[in-house]
Structure formats: structure tokens, C-alpha cells
């Protein structure tokens, strides 16, 4: 069956130093992955999906698919990047949720 | 461009009463349809997803039901509300695209039952 694991539930660092955000999943296909960011106040949105390679707001994500991850990376934390970050996974219709991990990025 | 919106914002029922959420999309056609409840430290549960005029499929055993009556509309419901009904309820489309299947959100419900 499909499982998204999120295994921090908030992650404190100051601002400037870098950020992991781990994602672990469980799919017997080749997964479609993403990332998505929920700031204060604001609505759910797409961050990035691993298909396309690209960064956004200075944000990577890697499918490694020996150790079925796709850890969410940046190299400096900004204190606006401080938000809720859920990994999902999509298999025919349907969206597999992590439980989220909250950043927050300190002054 | 596609818009999705969703009322009320926030509801405050009673144990028993009925529940209606709407759901509506604009700017796209044969959307599929999905809602999800988001509870803190447990993520998006998806309850119901649809793939057509309906086209209804659920996920999750509860007190809820969904309907689709129209191509950019979906709609929750309750015949009774239970106390463990309360929550943050959340509408979002996506169009099945190779490559592109990510999902778009509402703004929520906030869902309180006394």
C-alpha cells in the first residue's frame, strides 16, 4: 500500500544554516512526488514536484529510489521560508499526505 | 486562470445537525474533484474523491458523504453531525495530466461541532 512518512514533526534552525526536510515513501511503481508548503494564513500551494528537477525559492527535492526518500533540501534557510511542509504522492487519482513537518527558521 | 472556492469559511454546528460544504472550480473543465480533512499532527486525510459527474469514490468509512452534481461543483455532507466531525476541511482539483498531476487547493472550512 502507498505511505508517505514524515518523520519530524516541527525542525528548528537558525536562519543562514541549511535545511533537510525528510520524506520517506512506500510504492511499488515508479512514484510521482511532491512537495507542498502551507504559510501562515495562506492556502495549501505546490512547492515542487520531482519531475520537473527544478528549485523553487532556493528549494531541491531528490528521488532516491534505493532508499525510496525524497528529502526536501535548501542550503540557507530564510526566515520567510518558517511554514507547514506536507510530501505527497500520487498513484491513479489519488494523493498520499505525509503528517507534515513544520520549519522554523529563527533570526 | 482556475480558481477554487469553497464555503462557508468557518461553521459552527451542533451535534445531529445536517452539514453542506460547497466546493466550486473555475477556469477548467472535467476537473477531478477531491476532499480532504487536515488535522494537526496528522496531515491530509483524504475523504472523497471524484473523477466525474457522479463519479463519487470514498476513502474513508465515516458520517460523511459527497455528491458532484454539476462538472465544477462538490459538495460534503452529513445527515448528523458527530463531535468527531469537527476539523479543517479542504477542497482541491487536479487535472490528470502525465507529468503534471498536482493538486490545487481551497481555502478551507474550519468545522466546529458543539
Known amino acids: 500500500a502507498q505511505r508517505v512518512t514524515q518523520p519530524e514533526k516541527l525542525l528548528s534552525v537558525f536562519k543562514g544554516a541549511p535545511v533537510e526536510l525528510k520524506c520517506n515513501y512506500s510504492?511499488?511503481?515508479?512514484?510521482?512526488l511532491f512537495w507542498y508548503v502551507q504559510y501562515s494564513r495562506q492556502r495549501l500551494q505546490l512547492l515542487l514536484r520531482h519531475i520537473s528537477r527544478e528549485s523553487i525559492k532556493g528549494f531541491t527535492a531528490d528521488l532516491n529510489k534505493g532508499e525510496t526518500s525524497f528529502h526536501l533540501k535548501k542550503p540557507f534557510a530564510q526566515e520567510e521560508d518558517s511554514a507547514m511542509y506536507y510530501c505527497a504522492l500520487y498513484n491513479f487519482n489519488k494523493f498520499y499526505f505525509g503528517s507534515g513537518t513544520k520549519l522554523n527558521v529563527k533570526p | 486562470s482556475q480558481t477554487i472556492h469553497q464555503w462557508p469559511a468557518t461553521l459552527v454546528q451542533p451535534v445531529g445537525s445536517p452539514l453542506s460544504l460547497e466546493c466550486t472550480v473555475e477556469?477548467?473543465?472535467?476537473?477531478?474533484l477531491y476532499w480532504y480533512r487536515q488535522a494537526a499532527g496528522r496531515g491530509l486525510q483524504l475523504l472523497f474523491y471524484?473523477?466525474?459527474?457522479?463519479?463519487i469514490s470514498s476513502e474513508v468509512p465515516q458520517n460523511l458523504s459527497a455528491s458532484r452534481p454539476q462538472d465544477r461543483q462538490f459538495i460534503l455532507s452529513s445527515k448528523k453531525l458527530l463531535l468527531s466531525d469537527s476539523g479543517f476541511y479542504l477542497c482541491a482539483w487536479s487535472v490528470p495530466t502525465p507529468g503534471f498531476y498536482e493538486q490545487y487547493f481551497g481555502p478551507g472550512t474550519r468545522l466546529t461541532v458543539t
Open positions: 510504492y511499488s511503481g515508479s512514484p510521482e
Open positions: 471524484s473523477v466525474g459527474i457522479g463519479q
Open positions: 477556469g477548467t473543465s472535467n476537473p477531478n
